[in-house]
């Protein structure tokens, strides 16, 4: 007798459809929507999010150009890119995004990248948004390792990864999407 014909199975259950990922006393984490696209695009032409992540002109607009369909892209059946926002209005106030590190052969590694939009910084959401996210990635997501880096004369960003008991891993010049190479440092945070 034949066999039947079954779809082959998926390595990564399909995600839960859930609005909150995670939440903390003043924010939430929730996959990037199409209809942040307007905010996304604004936090781009903020000239610390260029400057610190290394964006120029090229850059920004081929991001915006991908956004949305940028949003499809998932790992483990998780989104990777990911917004912050107020708890109580649900305001947008910045973007995570991670990628899988093509050097792990076992998918357990992830790159984490992230800003805050202008109106967000100063009141110490950077730290708690990023120890909301390493929580997800850790206790939801499943992943054990999380590399961040950073340009090493960005204090604020050291300071939030540092806080977080990442520990510093490599310092090396980093090529940005602009094209320079300044000093980095990477950080692995593990389970």
Do not use: C
């Amino acid at each position: 007798m034949p066999r039947s014909h079954r779809p082959p199975l998926r390595w990564w259950p399909r995600a839960k459809a859930q609005a909150v990922l995670a939440q903390s006393a003043r924010l939430q984490l929730t996959a990037m929507r199409p209809d942040d696209a307007l905010a996304y695009a604004d936090s781009l032409s903020d000239p610390d999010v260029r400057e610190w992540q290394g964006y120029d002109d090229e850059v920004v607009n081929r991001n915006v150009r991908h956004f949305v369909p940028s949003l499809s892209i998932q790992f483990r059946g998780l989104p990777t890119q990911l917004a912050v926002r107020d708890a109580e209005t649900g305001t947008w106030l910045g973007y995570y995004g991670l990628t899988q590190d093509s050097m792990d052969l076992l998918g357990d590694t992830v790159f984490l990248g992230w800003w805050l939009a202008d109106a967000a910084r100063g009141r110490g959401l950077g730290h708690e948004s990023l120890q909301l996210v390493l929580r997800w990635l850790h206790d939801e997501a499943m992943v054990g390792t999380v590399r961040m880096g950073t340009r090493s004369d960005n204090v604020r960003a050291l300071a939030m990864i540092t806080r977080t008991g990442a520990r510093l891993q490599d310092e090396h010049p980093t090529l940005l999407p602009n094209g320079t190479a300044p000093l980095g440092k990477w950080f692995v945070h593990e389970l």
